[in-house]
């Protein structure tokens, strides 16, 4: 019988940490490989974590809600046969933990391991010291069982934690010695850390505070997961690519008349007008290119891609997050239909996978759905263009040489200046602008 911990695998996408959204199994119970084991929470996702071996689950080393860094413990397997150290060619050997859909098989052995970050490595997020450092697996852990008289020496000189540990801190100004740990053996966890360092934050606010009356309570809402990289996203993007932005407003009541028609024809399939705009956007791409690029800077070129991944912007609870329609300008009206109702729904139930949000070309936004009429959207990085689509309301508007109630919608499209220039950007929305006016003159673009 040996003890193998089990690290927090890369999961992709260049995430360096992610979040215990819930366990799907307990200390003591015993699994499968690619058993289902927990929900952990990215970035950019909810995904579920396999278990990369068969045995028992001898120690939780997160709880849920908290967050892990990538290459720091997660749990600790009691493994049946072979030694602690197994060697190479007998005992158990750690399976390369993955995603599921892409977990390892229990037929063919083992999968072969690859470099590791080391614990400063794993925090390179917010150390700007770390550095890679030499190969290493869950063997280099030491367990609570064999850490021995090295860890009760450590602990007479500084508080038992880890590197990440430290340096998060560090960061947030807690010195260590007044932490009671809560992890395995004592051991400091970030969640810990976090704890006190929030408690001062709000003793703070609360000597500077003004008293009010009432029972209303200052929010401290986390900055992780979706709305993190959100922001991250946004910040590198609104500062790198210099942003331009043009609007028009059109009348789109044939628009409307259309969808009401197609919704009778296809019941079962979802045809919003925002269905219609996202294929506006694609006909309207293949005369303009340059909306569908990417700035390659150290190439020091443009790329005007094949084809269209076009990235659907959806609110959720989780924040924003933005699925692709990936080859959509291959697709017909309803199969269009069908993949955008599919990855919306999937998203806001906060099921899409990494995959499904990478990839995307050219970005739609949806900000009539909160009843906003237009805006100034911050393209997705990487892209050269992004339309916002605001409310379809019924106005006074000029038809056929009188005043009549139409609907009435703008539109709102950002731009990289380095890849579009004015009249790009121009020809773009006026060409979207024209089918949703009139959706027959989309025979003209093809």
């Known amino acids: 019988m040996s003890i193998k911990d089990f690290l927090l695998p890369d999961l992709g996408e260049g995430l360096t940490e992610s979040e215990i959204a819930s366990w799907k199994i307990a200390e003591g119970d015993t699994v499968t490989v690619n058993q289902v084991i927990a929900e952990i929470e990215t970035a950019k996702a909810l995904v579920e974590l396999p278990s990369p071996f068969d ?94 008289s090295a860890v009760d020496a450590e602990r007479t000189e500084r508080p038992r934690t880890t590197p990440p540990v430290r340096i998060f801190a560090r960061e947030c100004g807690v010195d260590l010695t007044g932490v009671a740990g809560t992890g395995a053996g004592g051991l400091i966890t970030r969640a810990d850390v976090q704890r006190v360092a929030e408690a001062s934050s709000t003793d703070q606010a609360r000597e500077q505070a003004v008293p009010h009356e009432g029972n209303r309570e200052d929010v401290r809402i986390p900055i992780k997961g979706v709305r993190k990289a959100t922001a991250a996203a946004m910040t590198a993007s609104a500062f790198t690519a210099p942003h331009a932005s043009e609007f028009i407003t059109i009348d789109v009541t044939r628009t409307s008349e259309l969808v009401t028609r197609l919704r009778e024809q296809h019941p079962k399939t979802r045809i919003t007008v925002m269905t219609i705009v996202s294929k506006a956007m694609l006909l309207a791409a293949q005369r303009t290119p340059s909306v569908n690029a990417h700035w390659d800077e150290d190439a020091q070129e443009i790329i005007e891609f094949a084809h269209i991944n076009l990235g659907v912007a959806a609110a959720t609870d989780r924040g924003l997050v933005v699925p692709v329609v990936k080859n959509a300008d291959a697709m017909g009206l309803l199969d269009l239909a069908d993949a955008i109702a599919a990855l919306v729904a999937t998203a806001r139930e906060g099921r ?23 805006g100034t959207p911050i393209l997705t990085p990487g892209q050269s263009a992004i339309l916002a689509a605001g409310a379809v309301r019924r106005r006074p508007w000029e038809h056929n040489d009188e005043i009549a109630l139409r609907d009435v919608m703008t539109l709102s499209m950002s731009f990289d200046h380095r890849i579009v220039d004015g009249e790009q950007a121009s020809r773009f929305l006026v060409d979207v602008a024209r089918v949703l006016n009139d959706p027959g003159t989309a025979l003209t673009l093809l």
């Open 55 to 148: 045995g028992t689950i001898r120690t939780l080393y997160a709880e849920e809600g908290s967050t892990v860094q990538v290459g720091a413990p997660l749990i600790a397997f009691e493994l049946d046969g072979g030694d602690d150290e197994p060697e190479d060619g007998g005992g158990t050997q750690e399976r390369e933990p993955v995603l599921v859909g892409y977990g390892p098989k229990k037929e063919g052995g083992a999968a072969p391991k690859r470099r590791r970050r080391s614990w400063e490595s794993a925090s390179s997020a917010t150390a700007a010291t770390s550095t890679e450092t030499s190969e290493w697996d869950a063997a280099a852990v030491p367990s609570l069982e064999t850490a021995g």
């Open 352 to 374: 899409t996978q990494p995959a499904d949000m990478s990839g995307g070309t050219m970005t739609l936004t949806n900000v009539g759905v909160f009843g906003v009429d237009a």
